[in-house]
């Protein structure tokens, strides 16, 4: 099982859509994930930290199930400037060395 | 601009050359972070410092790469005898110790190995 698994899609929604992203990682121990936007050919940027207890940010909102080892990203009403790779990040042989997944692609069309 | 720089953002060398990149973290961060990310795959760890330790580097992908942060500030990441596998883009980030490690990426260097 890879450290940090994500459908790499790409996603096609139209504007307005909700969408959802799901991410396995394999290291019970994990303490710290988060969820990284990479725009093409940019470096990636944090789109937000995920907790235990859910979080939300604006349209977005991040769940971690530990029992289920998974952690969601939900986009709701889409915009095309969302058009982006997910990147999936969890902390897995310690709290300093981040291991990403290869990234869900979102295209939002009109 | 005070988020973390890389330099240069672009390098093209022939095979068996040696390269050099340079990342300036943002100021007040005392962790470092190298990564390198090829076409279709996240960021790959690599190595990474605080202040001026070494702590990790058994990810370095082979001998031919090293690392160094002499002055806890700036870091520099040098490929010897490059190879055409070597092409990626070489990614740099800083975080801040205790600040859940939240780790913010630089523009990165873009490697081509002709």
């Known amino acids: 099982r890879k450290e940090v698994e994500q459908d790499p899609g790409p996603f096609n929604v139209p504007e307005g859509a909700t969408v959802a992203f799901n991410c396995t990682y394999s290291?019970?121990?994990?303490?710290?994930f988060f969820w990284y936007r990479q725009d093409c050919r940019k470096e990636p940027k944090l789109l937000m930290s995920?907790?235990?207890s859910g979080n939300e940010d604006g349209r977005f909102t991040a769940q971690l199930n530990r029992a289920s080892q998974y952690i969601s990203l939900l986009i709701r009403d889409s915009k095309l400037s969302d058009s982006a790779t997910y990147l999936c990040?969890?902390?897995?042989?310690?709290?300093?060395?981040?291991?990403f997944g290869k990234g869900t692609m979102l295209l939002v069309s009109p | 601009d005070t988020g973390v720089s890389q330099d240069p953002r672009h390098k093209i060398t022939k095979r068996g050359q040696n390269v050099t990149f340079r990342c300036d973290p943002i100021s007040e961060h005392n962790r470092l972070y190298w990564y390198r990310q090829t076409l279709g795959q996240g960021p790959e760890f690599l190595t990474y410092?605080?202040?001026?330790?070494?702590?990790?580097k058994s990810r370095l992908l082979s001998d031919r790469f090293s690392a160094e942060r002499p002055k806890g500030s700036f870091s520099t990441l040098e490929i010897q005898r490059t190879e055409q596998g070597d092409s990626a883009m070489y990614l740099c980030?800083?975080?801040?110790?205790?600040?859940?490690?939240?780790?913010?990426f630089g523009p990165g260097t873009r490697l081509l190995v002709l």
């Open positions: 995920v907790y235990s």
């Open positions: 410092f605080q202040n001026e330790a070494q702590l990790e």
């Open positions: 990040v969890v902390n897995t042989r310690g709290y300093s060395t981040l291991t």
């Open positions: 980030a800083s975080s801040l110790f205790g600040d859940r490690e939240t780790q913010y």
């Open positions: 290291n019970s121990a994990s303490q710290s």
